[in-house]
Nanobody, 120 residues
Framework: QVQLVESGGGLVQAGGSLRLSCAASGRIFRINAMGWYRQPPGKQREFVATIRGGTTNYPDSVKGRFTISRDNAKNTVYLQMNSLESEDTAVYYC???????????????WGQGTQVTVSS
């Protein structure tokens, strides 16, 4: 099995910054991609950022403000969030596409989520 553990959430004022981290551990043979999703209060989960190899992808809502990066040696992905807005308030979830040891196909894993609250 593979575990994803997020950290770095919290309360920040509008215009501020936060950095989220997500560390993957367990029976990992290869991590194909890692990413972040979020679920605002009363809304569905939405895509925030992904990194696959050296390629990153963002929706327009966070492009230019959020940056995803990855430390392959640590199996860790980061999300640097700048110029935060009240609309960024959500539970942020880490996601990874992982080929586990002895597996032939990748599986998708999720972290438990970390709360980010932006006060206006």
């Amino acid at each position: 099995q593979v575990q994803l553990v997020e950290s770095g959430g919290g309360l920040v004022q509008a215009g501020g910054s936060l950095r989220l981290s997500c560390a993957a551990s367990g029976r990992i043979f290869r991590i194909n991609a890692m990413g972040w999703y979020r679920q605002p209060p009363g809304k569905q989960r939405e895509f925030v950022a992904t990194i696959r190899g050296g390629t990153t992808n963002y929706p327009d809502s966070v492009k230019g403000r959020f940056t995803i990066s990855r430390d392959n040696a640590k199996n860790t992905v980061y999300l640097q969030m700048n110029s935060l807005e009240s609309e960024d308030t959500a539970v942020y979830y880490c996601n990874a596409e992982v080929v586990s040891t002895y597996a032939v196909r990748p599986s998708e894993y999720w972290g438990q989520g970390t709360q980010v609250t932006v006060s206006s």
